[in-house]
């Protein structure tokens, strides 16, 4: 009898963190959410294709075509992504971070556009998938 008081009053024992620092600890800013979370931006993975001389960038989905808004982190992303290109056409798999929206009803391109905030990755492209025809005599 003696155990089994023993066995169920060690039970009820808490266990005690000991110095978690802030950097183990995850900050959240709504109900399960880190502030990362929380900021709005939207995680968005495709392949990413700039072209300077049209003044258009384009983010391809599997299911969407996302334009790309023209600024200083499109010129970051294009100049991380120019070692994986063979040819100023060729597309680039990337993970970018950012804000989306409805483009203005007035301008020219694509409907929903993509502001980026931050690069989260950059990798070379397969290049089984690379279907390209080229159109030209010998």
């Known amino acids: 009898m003696m155990m089994f008081t ?20 995850a900050v959240v800013a709504e109900e399960g959410k880190t502030l990362k979370q929380s900021d709005g931006l939207i995680a968005i993975q495709g392949n990413f294709i700039y072209s300077k001389k049209d003044n258009a960038a384009v983010l391809q989905t599997a299911t969407k075509i996302y334009g790309l808004v023209i600024d200083e982190k499109l010129q970051e992303l294009n100049t991380l992504a120019k070692p994986y290109k063979q040819e100023d056409t060729d597309m680039v798999p990337v993970t970018i971070r950012g804000r989306m929206f409805k483009k203005d009803p007035e301008t020219e391109g694509w409907e929903d556009r993509i502001e980026i905030k931050e690069i989260l990755k950059v990798t070379a492209p397969d290049l089984n998938e690379n279907e390209v025809i080229k159109v030209g005599s010998k």
């Open 6 to 25: 023993a066995f169920i009053s060690c039970k009820d024992d808490q266990k005690k963190d000991t110095d978690v620092t802030s950097e183990e600890k």
